[in-house]
């Protein structure tokens, strides 16, 4: 991918045009209260678009249609390598208008432009695409059931499906949902969070430009308590897939057990360590990773590197080559591409953020805060009930803790109500697996920090996640369920099935 310059991305987010209403039926519309809200540029403050603010109405007309697509089968019936052509298609047009949809991004984000054109996009297209080749390739089974019987184990989708987006990844969250979602044959009812709506709308009218059939795929802007948990408490979408905070996660599995027991899949927050042992390895590629998992995406990133735990002998040589490459991170308008660091998404997540600044560590680097933007900022603490070692900050913070040994340091990465992602360095390994085994945490790096990729099941331990995973194979479990069918090739009609 070719950048352009600052003033292109000006030149083309002026004139950028993209809709705003809800999506349901393959159509775009008004919220039926006729009621709008503001999306915000949170890099300037300006007013992007006023977008439908839809509420309980909007949401049961959007799951009546999704449910009339899924029954007559005008998806959840077409053979797999039909969905498959037509999700496809989608990567294409995706692929075609990915400039206009990383600006997009960008804008209604704050996410760098840097990022969305060379990971967001990008990343988009390629989950869509995994699953949509994935989805003619999954065999169906047969168990081993005795000479007499048949019994086939069969995947069916699992119906009406809603999907609650985070900000963070607007359009690589829709991605990891909806890949497999529409891959599996679901009909969808999407929420985008209140904050980003516009690129998922812009998806819906690439979806119904691929061929997607009218109702399959719905997209209801607005907020969680009028979008969000009619969604959770309908008595017709069959499975929820949510990505978001603890708190909201928790309310989602209420809303199941108040309804309709609805499948529940959550992944939530994370408060992620870091382990740097005494012996690690080229402590400058440890420095450049651990800097990229802190401050990347503005460290609002639930698998963020949050907490690093550094054995005290190689403390100072690794602290000064983190402040070395942290100082790399350009921060600024997000539509420059030589920013590393955007604008946080809101001014209530900005204000979140910057009270982690106010008190207490000693400050290595940063801890300023202006005008929506956090500067990278790093806290060495000793407190370990401080809240900035405790607490989700998901700003570009990253707590420093020494330890003394081993143990302690695996001891301290689990002192966490979280468990979604971690890494461990060094260059010992019976160190690195015994530490890779002991951290509970769904995802463990060992010399590296990240998430994985597509192939990979994403998903936490503990207060991180539950359910289900995203991601992989795995992802599809979500939408589909099992079916068992037994058939009796008997002769004898009087011989019992077992
Ligand atoms: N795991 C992750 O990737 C994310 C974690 N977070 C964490 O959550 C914190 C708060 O951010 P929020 O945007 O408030 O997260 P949130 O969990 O409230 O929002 C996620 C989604 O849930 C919806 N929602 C909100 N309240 C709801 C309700 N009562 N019923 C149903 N749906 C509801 C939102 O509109 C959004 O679509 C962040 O500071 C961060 O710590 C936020 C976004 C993503
Ligand atoms: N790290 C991708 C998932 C998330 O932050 O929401």
């Known amino acids: 991918m070719t950048l352009l310059t600052h003033e292109d991305y000006k030149a083309i987010a002026a004139n950028l045009s993209f809709p705003t209403g809800a999506f349901i039926d393959g159509a775009f519309r008004p ?6 809200y503001d999306t915000v540029n949170p890099a300037t403050g300006a007013v992007l678009a006023k977008v439908a603010a839809c509420d309980v109405l909007d949401v049961d007309f959007a799951v009546a249609k999704a449910r009339d697509a899924f029954e007559d089968g005008r998806w959840s019936k077409l053979p797999p390598g039909s969905r498959k052509a037509v999700l496809i298609k989608l990567a294409k047009l995706i692929t075609r208008n990915a400039r206009e949809l990383a600006v997009l991004e960008s804008l209604d984000s704050g996410k760098t432009i840097y990022d969305c054109e060379t990971v ?5 297209i390629h989950v869509i695409k995994w699953h949509a080749e994935l989805i003619d390739k999954i065999y169906d ?11 086939m184990v069969v995947r069916e989708p699992v119906g009406v499906v809603g999907l609650v987006l985070p900000w963070n990844f607007p359009l690589l969250m829709l991605a990891w949902k909806i890949g497999p979602a529409l891959a599996a044959g679901c009909s969808v009812v999407l929420k985008p969070a209140l904050e980003t709506p516009l690129t998922a709308l812009r998806i819906a009218e690439l979806a119904m430009e691929a061929g997607l059939p009218a109702g399959v795929l719905n997209v209801v802007p607005g907020g969680g308590a009028e979008v969000g948990e009619p969604i959770g408490r309908h008595m017709d979408i069959d499975a929820v897939s949510f990505t978001g905070s603890t708190a909201t996660g928790r309310r989602f599995l209420r809303y199941a057990a108040e309804s309709n027991l609805k499948e529940v899949t959550l992944e939530m927050g994370g408060k992620n360590p870091a382990v740097v042992l005494d012996d690690a390895e080229n402590l400058d590629r440890v420095a450049a990773h651990i800097v990229n998992g802190a401050f990347w995406n503005m460290g609002e990133n639930c698998s963020a590197a949050s907490r690093l735990i550094v054995q005290r002998g190689v403390k100072e040589k690794l602290l000064a080559k983190i402040l070395a490459h942290a100082r790399e991170w350009p921060m600024g308008d997000p539509l420059d591409p030589v920013n590393r660091v955007g604008a946080l998404v809101s001014k209530a997540h900005f204000d979140k953020v910057a009270s982690y600044l106010t008190t207490g560590p000693k400050v290595l680097m940063g801890g300023t805060a202006e005008a929506g933007f956090v500067a990278p900022t790093i806290l060495d603490i000793t407190d370990r009930a401080a809240k900035q070692v405790r607490e ?3 700003g570009p913070v990253l707590s420093v803790l020494t330890v003394e040994s081993f143990d302690e340091a695996i001891a301290l990465a689990n002192d966490t109500e979280y468990g979604l992602a971690a890494s461990i360095f060094t260059a010992n390994v019976k160190r690195a697996l015994r530490g890779a085994r002991a951290i509970r945490a769904g995802t463990v ?16 331990f503990k207060h991180s996640g539950f359910g289900g995973r995203d991601n992989g194979i795995h992802a599809h479990d979500q939408y589909t369920q099992l079916k068992t069918i037994w058939v009796d090739l008997s002769d004898d009609a009087g011989e019992e099935v077992a």
Do not use: C, R
């Open 31 to 36: 919220a039926m209260s006729g009621a709008t």
């Open 120 to 124: 967001d996009v990008p990343e988009t």
């Open 141 to 151: 089974q047969v168990s081993p059931a005795s000479d007499n019987h048949i019994a």
């Open 392 to 394: 989700e900050i998901f």
């Open 445 to 460: 790096t060992v010399n590296s920090f990240g998430e994985g990729d597509i192939t990979t099941p994403f998903g936490g």
